[in-house]
């Protein structure tokens, strides 16, 4: 059932479905309390979080660290950490009640090497511990890509990649973003379409190399990029 539709190296063991279980119950049990999702049936937290958050694995399985940028309720940091336990996660968030929520779910799980964080990445982004520190930055349905790029490539080490997972039609963002590439040191190395398993669900995975070193100016001040997009 956890592993529905997934390519048979994505296949879980008995202790990774158990925490995907575990995962989906404190979602639920907290949702009650607070919006961290409005997918609320399992089979469709399965295949629209977990599932979902999974489709990038395939890209990351040669990169140690790895950020998720506004991860909300953990996705996809949590499942590809799940997943593969050898990578260093941070997961990041601007509401402090969903790192309240990642921190029981890190604690419950014992997952180790992951940890979360409250703040906007505009200033996230400029503190040493974090700047260009990370193999692979992650986000899945935040902002603009054009936008986005500017909180994500920042966190990235040279050579180091951004995947955005965007839904079917990015066409325009991709045309808008090419001055954010051209500016944040960023090349588009791979534009994958995609279907949920055994759906018509449609999503598109773009893949962003670090090529040049971010400007110490870039992120710039917490609200400019959405406001002013390079």
Not at 4 to 17: A, I, R, V, W
Not at 85 to 101: A, Y
Not at 147 to 164: A, D, H, Q, R, T
Not at 198 to 208: F, L, M, Q, S, Y
Request: net charge neutral; with cysteine.
């Amino acid at each position: 059932m956890y592993s529905m539709g997934l390519e048979e190296n994505c296949s879980l063991n008995d202790n990774q479905t158990k925490m995907f279980e575990e995962y989906m119950n404190l979602l639920l049990e907290w949702n009650q309390r607070m919006n961290l999702t409005a997918i609320t049936e399992k089979d469709e937290i399965i295949l629209k979080h977990f599932v979902d958050s999974l489709t990038i694995s395939k890209y990351i399985k040669n990169y140690s660290s790895l950020i998720d940028i506004g991860t909300g309720a953990g996705f996809p940091g949590i499942p590809l950490k799940i997943y593969d336990d050898s990578l260093n996660i941070v997961l990041l968030d601007s509401l402090n009640k969903r790192v309240n929520f990642l921190n029981e779910v890190i604690i419950k799980l014992k997952l180790e090497n992951i940890y979360a964080i409250h703040g906007r990445a505009e200033e996230i982004a400029r503190y040493a511990d974090y700047r260009e520190k990370f193999d692979v930055a992650t986000s899945r349905a935040v902002a603009n890509l054009s936008v986005l790029l500017e909180y994500m490539l920042p966190f990235v080490k040279m050579n180091g990649l951004c995947i955005c997972m965007k839904g079917n039609n990015v066409k325009d963002e991709l045309n808008d973003a090419k001055n954010a590439l051209k500016i944040l040191g960023g090349s588009i190395e791979k534009i994958e379409n995609i279907n949920l398993p055994d759906t018509d669900i449609k999503r598109t995975i773009v893949i962003i190399k670090k090529i040049r070193r971010t400007d110490i100016k870039y992120p710039r001040n917490a609200g400019i990029p959405v406001k002013k997009p390079l």
